[in-house]
Every structure is written in structure tokens, then in C-alpha cells.
């Protein structure tokens, strides 16, 4: 039975061909999907200063987290992002004149929404851009001078060749898939696994060190700089070639179609988000001296609809190789990382004063 309007469903109803707790449920999922979809972009209050030039590609740079990684986050999307336009959300407004200030200064759109709903506002964004490829970024991901590049020249020869797209990734890191493909490329496989573990990321990401262990983020960054250096790697060995993602994706840096997420009412909404993140890192590191992997879940609402809709509408997951970036660290890992980083701030810099 092909049951898609309300018509439909009532007289199958009538007929007896259906119970009606059938017709309950789909009145209640109808109505569910409606107001999920309108809440996707419930914000109170948003505060726009739009520095745009209307170019076909926007990239997001998400605020909020990682205040300490700003100075060079912004500097190096400044960069390696030249014929983008760029516009910082900033859900909640935290720190928020430092982050108009940075923007001011690069020239970057800056939008600020209240609650402290990021999903929704990464909807609101979608909703009101002309851009018709949206790069999403984190504050803790370190952009180099093939990131962008590479992923775009990835999504249109993919493009070209008939696929469809539900987004295009670059290897980072510190990430609980493209880890592997970091080490692979830089022939660090063996080593890794004689330090830490066989690195496997066909499973879940609360079972790999390199999602919960600061000491595994450790030992990849200090295989990562300088950042460029590294990414010419990527650019000379694995230049032209593309992986599938076979599992859930963490959303650090992605390339997505506006008119996919459009089509679908945007990314699903969870809702405004409540977190003690120093609470929460002190119990995480009381509970696990030993550095086991904390049992705790953040809500991702962005990452798991991108995640489901790319699967449900057989749209690829796509991995850019020769597109190589950094991410700083996972959430367990951050209070150990954020110190890492500030004592070796400088060597974030040096291949751009190169």
C-alpha cells in the first residue's frame, strides 16, 4: 500500500483495512515531522552583521568551545579560505566580543543566536545564504593551504561523474575515522599500532584511544606540524584519490550541498544545549585515572542527521584524501589539549610566516 496523504489513511481507516491505532500513530508521526521541522529553525533572538560578497560557496566557522584556538583558527581560515565567503555563528553568544572582534578584523559575517541552539542556527544560516556549497568547520580545526582547495576540486569531480553528494570530508587527525587514512599516508601505521593499539575505525568511537586517550591527540599532533609540511604529503601521495566513509562521521569539517539539507527542512534540532563542559571534564578525569574511555554521550544533533540523511537517501560520505587538516581534540581529551596547544601556540604559525 502506497498510504501518503491523510485521505488515504481515512478510508483504509473506514474500510477496516487499517486499525486505528495504524491511523493514530501516522496522525502522531505527521504531526511530530511538522513541528520537528519548525523548530529546526526556533531561535528567540539573532544578531546578523553581514559581511558577504555572494559567492557560491559559504564556509561556517562554529564558535564556542575552543576560545583559546581562536587567534589562530581565524588566522588560518583568513588564509586558506581566499574566494569563500565566511561568516562565524555563535550560538549562545559566549565570548561574544571576541568573536565579533576577530571577525571584524578578517572581514568575516558574524551571527549570533539565542538560545544556545548551534543546530538551529546552522539552519538559520541555511536558510538565508545564497551559497550553494557550505563548508562547516569547528573552532578547534586548523585549515592549511590545500583544505579547501582539494575538498572542492573532490566534490565536483564527483559531481562530474554522476554521484550524489550528502558531503565530502578531508583527513584530519585527531578523528575517529581518518585517523587511519593519517597514519596510513604518513607511514605511521605500525608505529601507532606498537604504541597505542591496532587502529581500526569500523567500530564504535567510545571503544578507540583515539577518541578518548589525550595522549594518542598528543602523539598525532606532534606528527602534524608543521601543518603545511604535512599537507604537502597528502597533496604529492594521495592527490586525486577518494574514500568512501563507511560508518557515522564526526562532523568536525564537512562539505554539504545547501539545497540537500534545504530540501529536507534543514538539520534535525535537539534543542538548546546545557553543558557544565568544566563540571563535566572534572568528573570525566576523577572517574578515569587510568585513562579509560568515560561513558558519556553529548547530544550531536547536527552530526546525526547529516549522518542519517546521507544513508537514507543513498547520498555518499565521501573522503577527500589529499585534503588534510587538523582537529585539536575530541571532548574527553580537551583539557589536557587546550594546555597542549597554548604551550605550543607558535608552531601553529610558523609555516604561515614562512
Excluded: C
Excluded at 89 to 113: I, P
Excluded at 286 to 299: E, G, H, M
Aim: aromatic content about 14%; cysteine-free; charged content about 25%.
Amino acid at each position: 500500500m502506497n498510504l501518503k496523504t491523510h485521505k488515504d489513511w481515512t478510508l483504509k481507516l473506514l474500510k477496516r483495512e487499517i486499525t486505528f491505532h495504524d491511523y493514530l500513530m501516522f496522525i502522531i508521526r505527521r504531526v511530530y515531522v511538522r513541528m520537528q521541522m519548525k523548530y529546526n529553525t526556533h531561535l528567540k533572538k539573532v544578531v546578523v552583521v553581514d559581511r558577504s560578497n555572494g559567492r557560491d560557496v559559504g564556509l561556517v566557522l562554529l564558535t564556542g568551545l575552543y576560545p583559546a584556538t581562536w587567534d589562530v583558527v581565524f588566522r588560518r581560515v583568513y588564509e586558506y579560505a581566499d574566494g569563500v565567503d565566511v561568516v562565524v555563528l555563535n550560538a549562545g553568544g559566549f565570548n561574544r566580543e571576541r568573536a565579533m572582534e576577530l571577525a571584524k578584523e578578517y572581514g568575516f559575517s558574524y551571527v549570533e543566536g539565542y538560545p544556545n541552539n548551534y543546530t538551529a542556527l546552522q539552519n538559520y544560516y541555511l536558510m538565508n545564504t545564497s551559497a550553494k556549497i557550505i563548508i562547516k568547520m569547528d573552532d578547534d580545526v586548523f585549515l592549511t593551504k590545500y583544505t579547501i582547495g582539494n575538498l572542492l576540486e573532490t566534490y565536483r569531480k564527483l559531481r562530474e561523474e554522476g554521484y550524489d553528494v550528502g558531503f565530502v570530508a578531508p583527513v584530519l587527525n585527531v578523528n575517529n575515522v581518518t585517523y587511519y587514512h593519517f597514519l596510513k599516508t604518513l607511514g605511521l601505521v605500525e608505529e601507532y599500532e606498537r604504541l597505542f593499539e591496532k587502529p581500526i575505525y569500523i567500530r564504535n568511537w567510545t571503544k578507540q584511544r583515539v577518541w578518548y586517550d589525550p595522549e594518542v591527540a598528543k602523539w598525532l599532533w606532534e606528527n602534524s606540524l608543521p601543518l603545511n609540511e604535512v599537507a604537502e604529503v597528502f597533496q604529492q601521495k594521495n592527490r586525486d584519490k577518494i574514500d568512501t566513509i563507511p560508518v557515522r562521521f564526526s562532523i568536525q569539517l564537512i562539505l554539504y550541498e545547501a539545497s540537500f539539507l534545504k530540501q529536507l527542512g534543514g538539520l534535525s534540532s535537539p534543542g538548546p544545549k546545557f553543558v557544565d563542559l568544566q563540571r563535566n571534564t572534572d568528573r570525566i578525569y576523577k572517574a578515569t585515572p587510568q585513562i579509560k574511555a568515560p561513558r558519556i554521550v553529548i547530544p550531536l544533533g547536527d552530526e546525526e542527521s547529516i549522518n542519517f540523511f546521507a544513508d537514507i537517501y543513498m547520498a555518499g560520505r565521501f573522503l577527500s584524501l589529499s585534503s588534510f587538516a587538523g582537529h585539536l581534540a575530541y571532548f574527553p581529551q580537551s583539557t589536557y589539549m587546550i594546555e597542549w596547544f597554548i604551550r605550543n601556540k607558535e608552531k601553529f604559525l610558523t609555516d604561515i610566516k614562512r
